[in-house]
């Protein structure tokens, strides 16, 4: 069996083998670009690992398992615009290397190639196949426009934000899995367990993401803390600070969320030190770690024999680990 490091490797060589010949060039440069560009690529590692649970020849399935990377950076491109944002993974985003037409150009043909590497399965398993990843890819646009739908409310509950993270983020992931194992025939009951290992697994890590980006250390992390704090993002954080606040600590809250022009480094220590007094990241862990708790029960229902899981429950403890 194949390890998450060794899948990795394969998926960014068979990602920088990629041939793009149709023209024009101007159209495909961007698209080799955004997947030249690095990252963890969690989802085709997660479905490579699933499938590698079932089967040993996991490189069979390397072509959908670049669809599905091709779609999460197509979604990534997408949101760097409609963003604004500067810079992905340390390099400058199409938008701002290229043009907003080109950006949105090249993602609209990036979606079109994720179907075009997805499809490149059986016939016996297409429909099922394309069945799963389209309704995920709605699924992933509904939770998109509940995320912009959010910066307009300050009184998002934590059950509208679970709901958002798990369309947003999280049905990907279970995605991922659930393509895995249905590529290598898995049991029926499997996959669709395996579906909620994913769906938890994916809960955990948006939230994990909420976390460092407030808790985390700058060196490690990449970027500066705060990010979210700055820009009033509805977060697990900012949504029970919200809720849980009263009196002069929720006038102080408000303040912060509502001023225009105010010194980025005292906006991060005024909130977090308001997050600090509420006790929001004990609060946030503790939902980590239950999300992860239900995702590893999940997985311990899978049948097969334990070892077979091994490397794929080895990779989610990875990346509860990670700090960045």
């Keep these: 069996m194949y390890n998450s490091d060794e899948l990795l490797s394969m998926v960014n060589d068979s990602l920088a083998n990629l041939p793009y010949t149709r023209k024009p060039q101007s159209l495909y440069d961007p698209i ?5 560009m690095g990252g963890k690529r969690i989802r085709p590692v997660l479905m490579l690992l699933t499938y590698n649970i079932y089967r040993n020849d996991p490189e069979r399935i390397m072509m959908q398992a670049i669809g599905l990377e091709t779609y999460h950076n197509y979604t990534l491109l997408h949101d760097d615009l409609m963003d604004n944002a500067d810079v992905r993974r340390g390099h400058q985003t199409v938008h701002k290397r290229w043009d907003a037409n080109t950006a949105i150009l090249s993602g609209d043909s990036m979606l079109v190639l994720a179907y075009q590497r997805m499809q490149q399965c059986s016939e016996r398993q297409l429909k099922v196949v394309l069945d799963l990843y389209t309704e995920t ?3 992933i646009g509904e939770g998109q426009q509940y995320d912009m739908d959010f910066e307009h409310r300050n009184d998002v509950t934590e059950e509208e934000y679970i709901e958002m993270i798990r369309l947003k983020t999280s049905v990907l992931l279970a995605c991922a899995v659930k393509l895995g194992a249905l590529l ?8 669709e367990l395996l579906y909620s290992f994913g769906e938890q ?4 890590f948006q939230l994990q993401d909420d976390l460092l980006d407030v808790y985390g250390n700058p060196e ?18 900012l949504i029970n600070a919200i809720n849980r606040s009263e009196g002069h600590q929720r006038e ?11 010194d980025r480094e005292e906006k991060v220590k005024a909130v977090t030190r308001i997050y600090d007094e509420l006790g929001i990241r004990q609060l946030c862990e503790r939902k980590i770690n239950f999300y992860f708790d239900e995702c590893r029960k999940y997985l311990s ?8 899981k091994q490397q794929l429950l080895d990779y989610t403890y990875e990346l509860m680990r990670r700090k960045k």
């Design 137 to 139: 890819a709605l699924e």
């Design 32 to 36: 080799a670009y955004v997947l030249s």
């Design 252 to 262: 102080e809250l408000m303040r912060w969320i509502n001023a225009t022009d105010f």
């Design 184 to 191: 290598a025939d898995a049991p029926y009951k499997d996959t």
């Design 301 to 308: 229902k899978v049948s097969v024999a334990e070892e077979r």
């Design 201 to 204: 697994l994916g809960l955990a």
């Design 220 to 237: 490690i992390f990449g970027k500066a803390i705060g990010g979210d704090i700055i820009s009033n993002k509805k977060t697990y954080m």
